[in-house]
């Protein structure tokens, strides 16, 4: 199992002169981790830019400085050097890309002075593998908000979370971790509070399940509190009745968040251009 990236993700370096910021570097190191962490090998991509134009380069885009038939001419033996390792390893899970980049861009691409949408101009020659932006693939810890307090509840909570697990996302679950009805003593609830905080605090993403006549408070207030601090949120409703023309169960929830009616479309919402449950 591997992954084709980028080659600036994993030294920054190779990234035109002046363009790298703090977050881009948060953000590369998260992606490194995550494949780290679920055992996912980082194969680099050569970097036809950095041959054709030197390191350290000013920033550009394709029309200005690589549309011409000298960088051609190294994307198609640069291309050879990938198709190779496709016929000795097969096919990549995906292949994470840059952006904007020129040469990498995945959704949107320095074509000219304005960005325009499509592949770069390298990744642009792999059009059979998938291809994910650094930006998407870096938000993956999810803080699963949901009730807790029943058999049912619980079992289907692993359920949930089994799905997300593989697609490579960390999740975390306050069940797994010591909130239930034996833990739940007087002495224990601002510990349970405090774990749960600071788990919402570190997650990129809350998947928030809203069955039911109402949505239960607690997940409520997860929901309002990952959405004031500026996190995606995620809401699941598997219950097929609805409280109005245009609501499922409760407005401020529904608008505060995207929804998902099947756990298994969770992976396709929270990384549009990706199922890795459709890879072999």
């Not at 977050?23 to 991509?45: H, M, N, Q």
């Not at 390298?122 to 938000?139: N, Q, W, Y």
């Not at 239960?216 to 207030?221: C, L, N, Q, V």
Request: hydrophobic share 40%; with cysteine; glycine share 6%.
């Amino acid at each position: 199992m591997y992954i084709l990236v980028c080659p600036c993700i994993i030294n920054p370096s190779l990234r035109a002169k002046g363009i790298t910021s703090d977050e881009d570097l948060r953000i590369f190191s998260a992606c490194l981790k995550r494949c780290e962490s679920f055992g996912i090998e980082t194969v680099p991509l050569p970097c036809p830019e950095t041959e054709y134009l030197g390191p350290g380069r000013e920033p550009t885009n394709f029309t200005e400085s690589l549309d011409n038939s000298e960088f051609s001419a190294i994307l198609d033996e640069r291309e050879k050097n990938v198709r190779e390792i496709f016929c000795k390893r097969g096919l990549p899970l995906f292949i994470l890309g840059v952006d904007s980049s020129p040469s990498c861009g995945v959704g949107m691409t320095y074509y000219s002075e304005r960005k325009i949408p499509g592949r770069g101009a390298f990744l642009s020659r792999f059009s059979e593998v998938p291809a994910v932006d650094v930006k998407e693939f870096a938000d993956y810890r999810i803080y699963l908000a949901a009730p807790l307090f029943s058999q049912a509840e619980q079992e289907f909570n692993l359920k949930v979370a089994e799905i997300l697990r593989r697609s490579y996302f960390e999740v975390f679950i306050p069940q797994e971790h010591g909130d239930d009805g034996e833990e739940r003593a007087d002495d224990r609830m601002r510990i349970i509070f405090e774990r749960n905080l600071s788990a919402l605090d570190h997650s990129d993403i809350v998947v928030a399940v809203i069955d039911g006549a109402d949505a239960d408070s607690g997940t409520a207030w997860e929901m309002g509190y990952a959405y004031a601090k500026g996190k995606r949120v995620i809401s699941l409703r598997t219950d097929f009745r609805s409280f109005g023309d245009g609501e499922l169960v409760n407005l401020m929830l529904e608008e505060s968040s995207d929804v998902a009616l099947h756990p298994k479309d969770l992976p396709f919402i929270i990384m549009p251009s990706l199922n890795l449950n459709d890879r072999p």
